[in-house]
């Protein structure tokens, strides 16, 4: 059985300037949706945001804007960032046979 990894996990496995590049657009495409709660997205420090703060953004989009959750997943950085953890945790499993 594996663990569940939440979104807040996955996005500590991100450098600074890759979580930078997920929020600046997440909230620039909450600003195109017209979203009001991008403004307190809009109000935080994305140079410095969190794992818990792209955590939380990644939660309100995911149950009010789900399209826009898929577009940001597929942004490239944060297929790199999957492509890596998946790639990391099939050589786990093949080196434990």
């Known amino acids: 059985m594996t663990d569940v990894i939440t979104p807040t996990d996955a ?5 600074q300037t890759q979580r930078t590049a997920l929020a600046r657009e997440c909230i620039a495409q909450l600003n195109l949706d017209g979203d009001p709660a991008c403004r307190r997205f ?6 410095a945001v969190t794992p818990e703060q ?9 149950h ?3 399209a826009i959750l898929e577009m940001v997943l ?6 790199g960032v999957l492509a890596a953890f998946a790639a990391r945790e099939l050589n786990k499993y093949l080196h434990r046979q």
């Open 11 to 15: 996005y500590r496995k991100l450098d």
């Open 64 to 66: 009010r804007h789900p």
């Open 74 to 79: 597929r942004h490239p950085i944060f297929t």
């Open 42 to 47: 809009a109000q935080m420090d994305v140079s």
């Open 54 to 62: 792209l955590g939380a953004m990644h939660e309100h989009v995911a």
